[in-house]
């Protein structure tokens, strides 16, 4: 039987489709076990052999076929050392390596459409809630900022494949963010979709020398006028709540990688602006030079979850997040890691979406950096326009 999993990346400095297909291995991993997802087999083969596998891989190795990594939000739990926060059924990650790939052009349109009815949401009354029990762990010192998201459910009535929810998404090139991929689970029968903008980390070869490269994104003004968006990107960068989000988790992130390097990291620029529908965003760039020899679990153990979608201090806010959020955000604010010849990168998957192709539901989550300047109905709205900024380029 035909395997019909696949993942697609977008090469931005190439304006092309990096096309994975034909999966030699792929797995389905949780605490204490795997399922094989080429013969649905259930093994006796946790978590700890993700690392092992990684293990195999430095910064300078050569990798004839690709492999992919999907690393859930709750796969950083294990990373930190917070075991007891991940039970027996919490997914944690999926892996394929696959035999077929090839470059191809992006898709430039789209007959179909989608039309979404919201059947889950989180209403203002309930993020309140939320947000009242991180502002009161702020105001104790307990953390410097959190990351409050929500989870949010659609149906929708299409029958469509993956690879056509996917040309939805991708056929506006002039909106895809830098780290889009998509990956189809055919066993699963599940679409894991993204269209993030931002790098958990990339690595670079630089005149026979290798740099660990990170850009967090934290700072948010929507934008309702095309024409107004060099005046919102001077109040962005006049903000002060909004700076002190982004240089605390650049701050946190810098610390994480010099940890893993053993060398400073620089910042190359503080502040730089990313355009998305509806939005402006702030982002920083860091570097540190990073020895050849280095694994990559080293790097995952380092510097997942991102920071960004945390928040400071990492490790205690992570228990905050498990017992306030107290739903399982998934493939959302995970990472996904691909490795392919020299190339090694991960982004972090926010606008990102889990697709159930069978039951025709899409899972989206949204959310942002609460501090002591934050107020909800200002963090309220905000995630409500990062929803709408993702779903709006399905519709059209």
Same mark, same amino acid.
């Given at each position: ?56 891989? /430095? ?53 179909? /459409? ?5 059947? /889950? ?35 929708? +009535? ?28 055919? +066993? ?50 006049? +903000? ?100 392919? $010849? ?32 934050? /107020? ?9 326009? $990062? ?10």
């Amino acid at each position: 039987m035909i395997n019909e999993s696949f993942s697609s990346f977008y090469l931005q400095a190439e304006h092309k489709e990096l096309y994975c297909h034909d999966p030699s291995q792929a797995f389905y991993y949780f605490k204490n076990f795997r399922i094989n997802l080429l013969t649905g087999k259930k093994e006796k083969i946790g978590w700890t052999h993700i690392l092992k596998t990684l293990r195999r891989y /430095s910064v300078s190795s050569y990798l004839e076929k690709p492999i992919v990594f999907h690393f859930f939000f709750e796969f950083g739990y294990l990373c930190q050392g917070l075991f007891d926060l991940v039970d027996e059924q919490t997914p944690l990650a999926l892996m394929f390596e696959y035999e077929e790939v090839k470059k191809r052009k992006l898709f430039t349109e789209s007959h179909n /459409s989608f039309h979404f009815e919201n059947v /889950s949401f989180s209403s203002f009354e309930e993020y309140e809630e939320k947000f009242k029990q991180v502002y009161d762990h702020l105001l104790a010192g307990n953390c410097y900022q959190v990351n409050l998201t929500s989870p949010f459910y659609f149906k929708y +009535s299409e029958d469509l494949s993956a690879q056509e929810i996917m040309r939805l998404l991708w056929k506006n090139q002039m909106q895809l963010g830098a780290y889009a991929a998509a990956t189809y689970c055919d +066993s699963l029968g599940k679409l894991f979709l993204s269209n993030s903008p931002e790098c958990l980390f990339q690595l670079r070869e630089k005149k026979n020398q290798w740099e660990v490269l990170s850009f967090p994104i934290k700072g948010t003004l929507p934008v309702s006028d095309e024409s107004q968006r060099d005046e919102i990107w001077q109040e962005l960068i006049a +903000s002060k709540k909004n700076q002190a989000e982004l240089f605390m988790i650049s701050d946190l992130i810098s610390h994480d990688l010099t940890k893993l390097t053993r060398n400073p990291t620089y910042a190359m620029f503080d502040k730089y602006p990313l355009h998305v529908p509806g939005l402006i965003h702030q982002f920083s760039a860091l570097k540190s030079k990073i020895d050849e020899t280095t694994y990559m679990d080293e790097i995952i153990l380092h510097l997942f979850p991102g920071g960004s979608i945390t928040g400071a201090p990492k490790k205690r806010v992570l228990t905050y997040i498990k017992n306030i959020e107290k739903y399982k955000r998934g493939f959302y604010c995970g990472s996904t890691l691909l490795m392919y $010849k020299k190339l090694k990168t991960s982004s972090i998957n926010i606008r990102s979406a889990e697709v159930e192709l069978d039951i025709r539901e899409l899972k989206y989550g949204s959310g942002g950096g609460i501090t002591l300047e934050s /107020s909800a109905q200002e963090e309220f709205e905000e995630m409500q326009k $990062k929803l709408k900024s993702f779903m709006s380029l399905l519709k059209k």
